[in-house]
């Protein structure tokens, strides 16, 4: 009996050595031989964050001046270092470069490309990178920089920054209309068609939509050759301008001489034509005309558009944060088990990290969960796009720039031109 017991447990204590004990202890061993080499020749030095865009453009030049002062390089994620580097490309690279960052063993996140042509030509291959790579937009208006979605479902890690086009038009119809314009002249400018002609195409809906009184009753190029008799009788009383700022300042002085010595109609520019050029414009009545714009006044006479790199800035920094707090939890949720068993051996990678800030990026739309940018809350939605993201308008009183905020477009009337209304 005895004999059969000790028989027993000897090979019960032959099958726990030989495919539990040994195993267990192999791996143990090799855990304490692994790690320090991981440690030492493979972890990864630091992941980088791309800051691109064309710098030759002094808009960009102030972006990324702004972003790169506020950058400490004191972010880390996961124990690694984030470095910032700039990369300069024209519109014509986009592709290139993209291709090329995708491909990079250290890229973790893209800022830019600031313009929207080159960043609808460069999101495919940073999205389609495995895993995908989160994109901050920090500049960019038009609404359909993103690629389709296949399936419809797909979510993409790109928050943006500035309101959209789309947006600009409501604001332009909700302006004019809440200043009982009645006959609307549309104008685009023919050297900036595509965006002009889409922003006078979404203008002309909104008015549509928004207002029955209200009408567009002339749309026309700014290089179109129209007779200023005709012109006059039609009794336009708003014009809204689609456009870049040098071919707006002809039309100003055009609509001068056509309503000299007459009520002249009142003007709201599109975002491209604020420049300080405006601010010093003796010969015409600058009372009638408006801007909208991306900023307020305020942010735009203090910092320009370095803005908008303040904002991008503190937007990296809390999604970074908040996906190092959570580190392995995210990670997890989009690698599943063999995560963990990179962990073991303490092994590092970037895709873990973009992993990371994907789902950060999707947690906080799902569960509308604000950003502090600035002196406002983002909610980002599920096309990238600020919730609450609305377009401003300016005006210039004492040759500067100031808000013309919503509450006071019927208060203090048009024609009010005092700085204080501002907020």
Known sequence: MLDAIKGLFKRVWTIFWK???TPLLSIIVGIAIVRPLIDNYVRPESYTIYFVGNFDNDDVNKIWKKFNQEYKDDLEIDGV??????FDGKETDAKRISEKLAKEHDTLMVIGHLYSTPTQIALPNYLQADPPIPVILAFESNPNVLPPRIPIDTFYPVFRLSPTDDKQAETAADFIISNKGKKIWVVEDASNNVYSSYLASEFIKQIHIKNESSKVILWSMDKEILSFDTVKTLGIDWIFYAGNWSNSLILIHQISEIWKNQTMPSILLS???VD???LNQEAVNMKKV??????KAEDYNKEGYGYWGKLAHQLLKQLVQNADEEFDELVSE??????????LVN???VADARNALYRVMEKSVNLEKPF??????YIFRRDGAGVKNLYHVWRVCEHEFVDFPRESWEIHGIEECDPKVSP
């Open 347 to 349: 092994f590092r990678d």
């Open 334 to 343: 989009r690698s599943g088990p063999a995560y963990y068993i990179r962990r």
């Open 19 to 21: 495919w539990i004990l």
């Open 276 to 278: 300080k050029a405006f």
């Open 81 to 86: 270092k984030i470095k910032l580097r700039k």
């Open 271 to 273: 975002d491209w034509n």
């Open 290 to 295: 408006f801007f909208t714009h991306t900023m």
């Open 372 to 377: 502090d940018l600035g002196e406002q809350q």
